[in-house]
């Protein structure tokens, strides 16, 4: 049987009392009662439980997402996870919340995480496009022990926060092959949508979607990366345009989380049926699009799993204990009207 905080007292030499103080660390113990509690902890083995020292100390974890606040159907779908989850894990002494930011302003994420009380929030799971101020202030969290997870776009040289989403090389290199199996070999250009490229997770799609296509399918063009910055007008004045200057576009891989805005721009130009469209996310407007055909393939990663992982991992970072790795991996998803 694993060793008791009653056999860790005999052991240390000292009472009961005194283990709990350490164990917990409460004040009004010397340090020389410290220094022999924790040598007993690693003679004889003894296994701290952090959720018994939490319920102990009547301790909540208070977790927060910091979201966008810019979107669309999919970021529905991760704010409605919160909200699920929210409700479930009060009983399980988590305090879960959203909030919703302005991202495209870097110095003004920067001036929110900054704000941010280490005596009100454990941990802090920030979705943001990379950039110098951001991953400066998320640095700054982490040196006052505030948990950060990258949630679905990360921060480059940035690997003190853990990460929670798909290998989104991965993810664009499988959208690179879809398209190019779905082509069947007719040569022409590929539109390619994002809502902004200054996100890693969008620059590492286009990139692995640009080295599949040039490794295996020459016959096709890869076109500039159109940013729609989350502005249906914008769109709908941009990707006509695209279309009628390039009249031999074959396919459209829209790379962002949200699709809605740049295929319905799209669609008032030409007919989606006759064209190769790979998107990313399941929402109600990507599976209806599969469902009626303006749409092959659809490569998605669960929301419910990337918000349950992002909890997970910010409580044993809380624990100080390693998040079971194999757990919190996010797997691609390749959804077609068949499998649906």
Same mark, same amino acid.
């Given at each position: 049987m694993r060793p008791t905080a009653k056999d860790l007292a005999e052991a240390a030499g000292v009472s009961l009392a005194t283990v709990d103080r350490v164990l917990n660390d409460r004040p009004n113990v010397s340090k020389k009662a410290v220094r022999s509690v924790n040598e007993a902890i690693e003679r004889i083995g003894f296994i701290r439980n952090p959720a018994a020292v939490s319920l102990a100390r009547n301790k909540s974890y208070r977790f927060r997402f910091v979201l966008p606040r810019s979107g669309d159907l999919y970021l529905r779908e991760l704010s409605q996870r919160v909200k699920e989850l929210k409700a479930v894990l009060k009983a399980d002494l988590t305090e879960v919340d959203y909030v919703q930011i302005s991202v495209d302003d870097a110095h003004g994420v920067a001036k929110y995480l900054q704000g941010i009380d280490e005596e009100e929030i454990d941990g802090v799971a920030l979705m943001a496009p990379e950039s110098p101020q951001v991953r400066d *202030?998320? *640095?700054?969290?982490?040196?006052?022990?505030?948990?950060?997870?990258q949630f679905l776009s990360g921060q480059e040289k940035l690997p003190e926060a853990d990460f929670v989403g798909v290998d989104n090389f991965a993810a664009g290199a499988t959208a690179g092959k879809l398209i190019g199996r779905f082509t069947c &070999?007719?040569? &022409?250009?590929?539109?390619?949508? *994002?809502?902004? $490229?200054? #996100? $890693? +997770? #969008?620059?590492q799609r286009r990139h692995g979607f640009d080295t599949k296509i040039n490794e295996q399918f020459p016959y096709l063009q890869c076109l500039p990366s159109i940013e729609t910055h989350a502005d249906e007008a914008r769109a709908g004045q941009i990707i006509p345009r695209v279309l009628d200057n390039n009249r031999d576009i074959v396919a459209i891989y829209v790379l962002s989380s949200e699709a809605r805005v740049p295929l319905v721009a799209a669609a *008032?130009?030409? +007919?989606l049926v006759n064209l190769v469209v790979v998107a990313h996310e399941r929402t109600p407007f990507t599976q209806a699009a599969l469902c009626d055909n303006r749409i092959d393939a659809v490569i998605a990663q669960d929301p419910g799993h990337a918000v349950r992982s992002a909890i997970r991992i910010m409580r044993a970072r809380s624990d100080a204990r390693e998040p079971l790795a194999a757990q919190e991996r996010i797997r691609i998803e390749v959804l077609l009207k068949e499998n649906l």
């Open positions: *202030a998320v *640095a700054r969290l982490l040196e006052r022990n505030i948990k950060v997870v &070999g007719k040569p &022409g250009k590929v539109m390619v949508v *994002a809502e902004t $490229m200054q #996100s $890693m +997770d #969008s620059i *008032a130009k030409v +007919d």
